[in-house]
């Protein structure tokens, strides 16, 4: 239930009326009544203050809208309030309005390589460019740095055509490059909106939920994509929100567990590994990938304990290898930046790992370029190198796609890079695609670092690989990730390839 009018809300609706051009239409009628009524002098008067009032409104009507945090963006509660008023009225007279929110395209992965400093100055000026858009009795509101809420108020021609239109003129402005440490960075956004029509009798918060709801679906179809919440959008949004709270459920019935993809040595053809990769088994869905929940992860704050269950069945998949006789050196484990920011995650390793009769040399510790590259705090830093010194490999993942300087790799003790499959992928047919390989094997060879080639899908990748020196092969082209029932009979199957088949030399370096 709507709660009463307010005395202030009543005042910030006539201001509004009298802010506006409309009341300029009044002007001559109170002019021509003033002369009757008092005659000249009375019309001297009211041509002399009615001026000043209108001022006088119309800047405490903008004062009151655009109020006090220095950027034109109002209190969050204050516009709550404004916009639950907004929509009570609009109920009663009939009048469209609509609740939008920008955000700002990959902000905090440009944070990575200009740093905060810069990210303030991006936030700014987005800013001032969405508020140098939006009419003057428009509110907004800022929900994060580089998010914001924007209430459009009442209008005649507000529909689905006008709120698109005006996503475009934000968008325009927001294209615009900036300066960001002497180098042209170029900026987008995503865009969602709901019409008030859309909904029935709601609260803000439903109103601005079912705007982020749009907001998610235009972020998930892109960069720079604008899209209006519709009963589809709601539909989706409803089941995402059940699979996340499935996904919870997942994490503690062993629906969530790891599948293993092989990682094989380029002189000898042995298995020197796998990498634990995670998989939901959903008993509906099948088998889900990480693009399907690793989004519900984040969001809910379960990264630390997806990676605990990662861990706790790789482990456990290492002791029955070794039961079984077979041959494994080391395990590969993503560890997420939530995770290496964790005080206590050295100590609970240790624990780990002893409860699994493993010593710290069988773990190799993966960890995304990118978590290198955005500059990691304290914490992040002590864990990586503390592991390193506890005897575990340090794998740098998705080399060549974080920007991460080769200081890094000395100051982490990386042990072994892992080459993106973007620079992989038809190695063996396009030169460019060689030789970049190829430098990077070199920079290798010179810090003493390992490396290994991911995305290797064909024969001619891997033969190539090995000819430029590279250590270690993965990819579909050697084994798909697999559950761990099947992981000892494909060992058993490479193990017999194995036999009778020719070594590939090496190219000799300059």
Known sequence: MWKPISVSRIFDSLAMVLSGPPALAFAPAISLAAYWIGGERALVVVALTLPLVFAAVSTAHKASNREKDGNGLLPLDRFAAQMETLFAENQRTGHEASCMIVELDGFSECLDPHGNAAG??????????????????????????????IGLHAAQNLDLEACIQMSGRIQAAVDEPIMLNGTSVYMSCSIGFC????????????????????????????????????????RRARVRANLRNEFIAALDSGEIRPWFQPQISTDTGHVTGFEALSRWEHPQKGVLGPPVFLPFAEQADLMERLGQVMRHHAFTAMHQWNRAGVVVPRIGVNFSSEELRDPALIDRLKWELDQNDLTPDRLTVEILETVFSRRPDDVITRNVISMSKLGCCIDLDGFGTGHASIASIKRFDVSRIKIDRSFVAKADRDASQQQLVSAILTMAERLNVETLAEGVETQGEHALMAQLGCDHVQGFGIGKPMPFEKTLDWMAAHQNKLNGMPKIGRQARP
């Open 120 to 149: 303030n100055v991006m936030a700014d000026q987005f800013r001032s460019r969405v508020l140098s858009v939006i009419r003057s009795h428009d509110i907004a509101t800022g929900l994060d740095q580089g998010k914001i809420a």
């Open 195 to 234: 019409l008030q029509s859309t909904l029935l009798d709601i609260t803000f918060a439903e109103w601005i939920d079912a705007a982020n709801a749009a907001l998610a679906e235009a972020q998930r179809n892109g960069p720079a994509t604008i899209r209006a919440f519709s009963s589809e959008t709601q």
